[in-house]
Nanobody, 113 residues
Framework: QVQLVESGGGLVQPGGSLRLSCSASGSMFSIYQMGWFRQAPGKQRDLVASISKSGTTTYESSVKGRFTISRDNVKNTVYLQMNSLKPEDTAVYYC???????WGQGTQVTVSS
């Protein structure tokens, strides 16, 4: 059983930054593609960014140039650096591991003045 634990969410003003972390249990972290999804109230859960086991990244168009996904296979952790945050980035952010299909519990990000 894999456990994914997110942290780093919070309240930030527009234009601000946050860094989300997702720590994974288990010894096979390095072989899995990892990703961040987000879900705003009343909306579906959408992919924000992903990173392959080799480090190849993809981004949803609205976050390109503002968000950066990275991973540390020694620490079994995936990160999402979010800069230039906008109110429309407000959502619960979830970590996901392909292959095992496990989700984290989510962390709230609120962008508001």
């Amino acid at each position: 059983q894999v456990q994914l634990v997110e942290s780093g969410g919070g309240l930030v003003q527009p234009g601000g930054s946050l860094r989300l972390s997702c720590s994974a249990s288990g010894s096979m972290f390095s072989i899995y593609q990892m990703g961040w999804f987000r879900q705003a109230p009343g909306k579906q859960r959408d992919l924000v960014a992903s990173i392959s086991k080799s480090g190849t990244t993809t981004y949803e168009s609205s976050v390109k140039g503002r968000f950066t996904i990275s991973r540390d296979n020694v620490k079994n952790t995936v990160y999402l650096q979010m800069n230039s945050l906008k109110p429309e980035d407000t959502a619960v952010y979830y970590c996901y591991q392909w292959g095992t299909a496990f989700w984290g519990q989510g962390t709230q990000v609120t962008v508001s003045s």
